[in-house]
């Protein structure tokens, strides 16, 4: 490409552009736009930006659920699309919240207390008076009289075992690790009334797989019944059963 140069007042009483244009120059444009045909015909470039749309879903779905949000991918990415979705309001906002939070990502200066507290405001609006703000009350484990409130609390929770939850449970037509495992969501179940296989994943860390044999087990033998279906699937203690 060839630049011809021109002062500004040649420029005013010409009116003509600052540059010519060669044909090395059309030759140029015309293979970059054959390009980019190329690239929007091969759908890679829109491909990526969806996978990476949908990654960014499944983290955000997954931290939350650590925290006790029970909505599935499913929902987060309605949510996140502006469609309504049946739900807890607060976990429909830490959804909508925790993506803020990642679409300013790169934003943030892991060394500086601003940023700091800038991505506390995006994960906590709406959710805690002091978005964004440090705590204004002290917080904290106290000392004398005060160290063993923790215990005490725990100490006086009713311990139920597994045969207090399941009350006709035959250990003959289970196995040791079909055992564990029922050990292992028993106390979730009893708290929520019940449980998916994706959250029976996050508290055993087992795949998606085994959870699904482990409740095709369960539900065979009556200990716990299924409602919905694909994933919407919950599963529930048998009371029919276990009652009898």
Known sequence: MKFKWLNHSTIEKMNVPVYTISTKTIDLVARIAEKLGEIRG????????????????????????????????GQVTDIIEGKRVLGLPHEIQEVKNAYQAYEHLLEYDPYK??????????????????????????VGVFEGNKLYAILQALEELPARKITDIFTDINTDKLTKTEIEFLGQIAGYIDKNGEITN?????????????????????VEHGLLKVEGKNKGRKYKINKKNNDE
């Open 42 to 73: 091969a759908g890679e470039y829109s491909r990526n930006l969806r996978l990476r749309k949908i990654n960014r879903l499944r983290s955000i779905q997954s931290s939350l659920a650590i925290e006790n949000n029970t909505l599935t991918l």
């Open 113 to 138: 207390v601003k940023d700091f507290l800038k991505a506390h405001q995006f994960m906590t609006t709406q959710l805690v008076k002091e978005a964004g703000h440090f705590r204004s009350q002290g």
């Open 198 to 218: 994706y959250r029976a994943q996050l508290l055993t860390n087992k795949s998606d797989i085994s959870v699904k044999k482990y409740f095709a087990k369960f």
